[in-house]
């Protein structure tokens, strides 16, 4: 049986790790380790800079998620980090006339 990925996830602006919960506690009880830090909001660089700290940490293949902001953060990882298997990007959509959709 292949070991399951660790997880990280990355909470958007106006928001901090804790909006993760519901989400923390389904991944765990189907055995993952997740992550969900902090993030000090200050500027792009500074969280980038915080997520490669917390990616450092992580023993073995690592699944990032972020939503909204936290999207961006992951996006500016690059490519230089080994550890990462998979990056998911979660946002919000409204349908609007004509079956069309906007993200929002």
């Known amino acids: ?4 990925p ?3 996830l990355v909470h958007g602006a106006w ?3 804790s909006s ?5 506690e389904h991944l765990q009880a189907d055995g993952y380790t997740v992550t969900a830090p902090q993030f000090p909001m200050t500027r792009l660089a500074d969280d980038v800079a915080r997520l490669r700290q917390v990616l450092a940490r992580q023993n073995g293949p ?5 939503h909204s902001y936290g ?3 992951i996006t500016a990882l690059g490519t230089d980090t ?3 298997v998979g990056l998911v ?3 919000a959509a409204e349908a609007v006339a004509a079956a069309t959709s906007a993200l929002i």
């Open 71 to 73: 999207g961006q953060i």
């Open 62 to 66: 690592t699944l990032v998620a972020g």
């Open 89 to 91: 990007i979660t946002t």
């Open 20 to 24: 993760w919960s519901a989400v923390i």
């Open 1 to 4: 049986m292949t070991a399951l």
């Open 15 to 17: 928001a901090d790790g």
């Open 82 to 84: 080994p550890n990462v």
């Open 6 to 8: 660790n997880i990280v």
